[in-house]
């Protein structure tokens, strides 16, 4: 049990529509990451916050957005959804940003878009 | 640019026996980290190992060890005594300290363990 917990653990939506992801990081961890894992293929880093601001960003487009909220929990928005989009979303906590050592994943929301 | 490479799409191996899953990583940074996760079909992502690039001895954790060759880039993977239960996508990734947090996995090897 990691202690990092995600909602809703599957969805689909239709192309063009707006989605919403959450995570609650594990107790005591104030990083949370967020990663894209199409289907055969191994996890992309979309983005990480820390305390609240976006600290780096991996190569995707804006509509990709988050936010980290004062309790460390924190949301993954995508906006005008692409077929391409469909995929295991996974968010990781950990204590800073480092990443010196272990990494808590959550078992990930798995989007499908039609 | 850093990459993780695993060239083994899938392995077998028998129950009981041990097994190596490979993996090279390219970075130019001389601090980083690297990890070994499994995921099983149910998703999630579990932390199986770590070794920092300073580190002078392989990791191990319970029947996990990490072969650290760091002049050939190579992170490879042991796994002692394999159970049914090892059976399961297994990713190499790395971190590049002055990066951040963030993680740069691998392409995963598939493993399947027989009885």
């Known amino acids: 049990e990691t202690g990092v917990t995600q909602s809703p653990t599957h969805l689909i939506k239709t192309r063009g529509q707006q989605v919403t992801l959450r995570c609650s990081s594990q107790?005591?961890?104030?990083?949370v990451s967020w990663y894209q894992q199409a289907l055969g293929q191994g996890p992309q880093f979309i983005f990480q916050?820390?305390?609240?601001?976006?600290?780096g960003r991996g190569n995707f487009p804006p509509r990709f957005s988050g936010l980290q909220f004062p309790n460390y929990s924190s949301e993954l928005n995508v906006n005008a959804l692409e077929l391409d989009d469909s995929a295991l979303y996974l968010c990781?906590?950990?204590?800073?940003?480092?990443?010196?050592?272990?990494?808590?994943f959550g078992e990930g929301s798995r989007l499908t878009v039609l | 640019a850093q990459k993780i490479t695993q060239t083994q799409p899938g392995m077998f191996v028998q129950e009981k026996e041990a097994v190596t899953l490979d993996c090279t990583y390219d970075?130019?940074?001389?601090?980083?980290?690297l990890f070994w996760y499994k995921q099983p079909s149910s998703g999630e992502m579990i932390f199986l190992i770590y070794?920092?690039?300073?580190?002078?001895q392989n990791a191990t954790e319970g029947r996990y060890s990490l072969n650290f060759q760091k002049a050939r880039k190579s992170a490879n993977l042991v796994i002692s005594a394999s159970q049914l239960g090892d059976s399961a996508m297994y990713f190499c990734?790395?971190?590049?300290?002055?990066?951040?947090?963030?993680?740069?996995f691998g392409q995963g090897t598939e493993l399947s363990v027989k009885p």
């Open positions: 990781a906590s950990s204590s800073g940003i480092a990443n010196t050592g272990e990494l808590f």
């Open positions: 107790s005591g961890h104030n990083t």
């Open positions: 916050y820390y305390r609240e601001e976006e600290n």
């Open positions: 970075t130019s940074d001389p601090s980083y980290g």
């Open positions: 070794q920092g690039s300073y580190d002078q």
């Open positions: 990734a790395m971190s590049v300290y002055n990066q951040g947090g963030k993680l740069i």
